[in-house]
């Protein structure tokens, strides 16, 4: 028969011992028969705080984690600083199967859009890198240009070199990847032709 501690009630079951701690002593429980009062209620006695605490402490982490790992490491605008860390300028040709593409009209102008890389003025065809890090790839992007070490893709269009194709992707005469990192005064090149 258990006793309470806190009057010397005697209860035929641990239930009744428990619900006489609820009722009679609520205000006096230590935290154990708290926990244990808890208990018949379906509380299962956890103290929520710290649990809520370590939630968004493991949450926080793996944002910081994902920052610094996932968005950081290597992805189109991974190391690319923020706009307005740098401002570059630079030249482009595009020709795709005939095509030269005129980057001074209106249609390629979207700096609010693309504060990174863009062209500006009325009839400059100019490019503007306006962030450290920039890529030959994030800038093509922008354009509407997917870029691979074999392949251009245009308007839903895949042209890969040696598949009836020939790629040349340049900048300043040398041949580069898509993480190249755009300098001032370069001149991109990009060409593709039916072989």
């Known amino acids: 028969m258990p006793e309470c501690d806190y009057c010397g009630a005697s209860h035929d079951t641990e239930e009744a011992h428990l619900e006489h701690l609820k009722s009679a002593h609520a205000d006096e429980l230590g935290p154990i028969d708290k926990r244990r009062v808890g208990d018949i209620d379906g509380d299962d006695g956890l103290p ?3 649990i809520a605490l370590g939630v968004v402490l493991l949450a926080s982490l793996g944002i910081v984690g994902y920052v610094v790992f996932v968005a950081g490491s290597g992805s189109a605008a991974g190391d690319i600083g923020p ?3 740098a401002h570059h300028h630079g030249t482009i040709n595009v020709t795709i199967t005939g095509e030269t593409f005129d980057f001074s009209q209106a249609r390629w102008k979207q ?3 693309y504060p990174r890389f863009h062209f500006e003025g009325r009839s400059d065809d100019r490019w503007h890198a306006h962030a450290t890090g920039m890529t030959l790839e994030y800038g093509m992007n922008t354009l509407g240009f997917e870029i691979t070490d074999n392949s251009v893709t245009y308007d839903g269009t895949e042209y890969v070199d040696g598949e009836g194709y020939e790629v040349v992707v340049e ?3 040398e041949d580069v990847s898509p993480d190249y990192v755009l300098q001032e005064g370069d001149h991109i ?6 072989a």
């Open 48 to 50: 929520t705080g710290p």
């Open 83 to 85: 706009a307005g860390s």
């Open 111 to 113: 700096p609010q859009e």
């Open 171 to 173: 900048v300043s005469g």
């Open 189 to 194: 090149r990009i060409v593709v032709s039916e």
